[in-house]
């Protein structure tokens, strides 16, 4: 069974910083492209980074570009998410999620965690 | 501001059939990129409910049903249940932005 569990969230200052990890099982991790995809309190969906199987390649929101990372540790079959210079702005639920296949550009987001909630306040 | 648009709210009987639409632009939808469909019930993750523009997973209901033309897109429900209320979003990639884009989400309510 394929699952996803996001850990690592939590309260945090504004200007201060964050690592998400999800933890993946039941298939082959390192041929998945992998996503992050936020959702604030009463909103909508937004995408935020995705990145490829074998981690060479990352993409990310213009909304994160420059203060979050994505990685990945096939070995542990583990996704991350560090977050830094984190704003109010941030506060969401992150969903750690699998794409379907290849090409990215054109699969669905198949599998989705349950969420971790980042909240960014002073 | 959605790159995606959707209706915020739409609402029908039991039984009855509605649809959601998602209108998008040349770079997205209308670039032939294809559309995927979300439900969110409350207080849940979303699921995938129709993928590449028309396909259903497994053990999502016929009654349930994608389709894409030009810029846009639409999800048909048919034969409206109460455990349909949900949120959906549609889904596609964006190439001027180089990245995944959804809509802004629309709430179904079943009267």
């Known amino acids: 069974e394929v699952q996803v569990l996001e850990s690592g969230g939590g309260l945090v200052q504004p200007g201060g910083s964050l690592r998400l990890s999800c933890a993946a099982s039941?298939?082959?991790?390192?041929?998945?492209?992998m996503t992050w995809v936020r959702q604030a309190p009463g909103k909508g969906l937004e995408w935020v980074s995705a990145?490829?199987?074998?981690?060479?390649?990352?993409y990310y929101a213009d909304s994160v570009k420059g203060r979050f990372t994505i990685s990945r540790d096939n070995s542990k079959n583990t996704l991350y998410l560090q977050m830094i210079s984190l704003r109010a702005e941030d506060t969401a639920i992150y969903y750690c999620?699998?794409?379907?296949?290849?090409?990215?550009?054109?699969?669905?987001?198949?599998?989705w965690g349950q969420g971790t909630l980042v909240t960014v306040s002073s | 501001q959605s790159v995606l648009t959707q209706p915020p709210s739409v609402s029908g009987a039991p039984g009855q059939r509605v649809t959601i639409s998602c209108t998008g632009s040349?770079?997205?939808?209308?670039?032939?990129?294809?559309v995927h469909w979300y439900q969110q019930l409350p207080g849940t993750a979303p699921k995938v409910l129709i993928y590449?523009?028309?396909s259903r997973p497994s053990g999502v209901p016929d009654r349930f049903s994608g389709s894409k033309s030009g810029t846009s897109a639409s999800l048909a429900i048919s034969g409206l249940q109460a455990e349909d209320e949900a949120d959906y979003y549609c889904?596609?990639?964006?190439?001027?932005?180089?990245?995944?884009?959804f809509g802004g989400g629309t709430k179904l309510t079943v009267l």
């Open positions: 999620a699998r794409f379907r296949g290849q090409p990215m550009t054109t699969r669905c987001i198949d599998y």
């Open positions: 040349s770079s997205n939808i209308g670039a032939g990129y294809d």
């Open positions: 590449d523009s028309n």
């Open positions: 039941g298939f082959a991790f390192s041929s998945y492209a």
């Open positions: 990145i490829v199987g074998g981690g060479g390649n990352t």
């Open positions: 889904q596609s990639y964006d190439s001027s932005l180089s990245g995944w884009v």
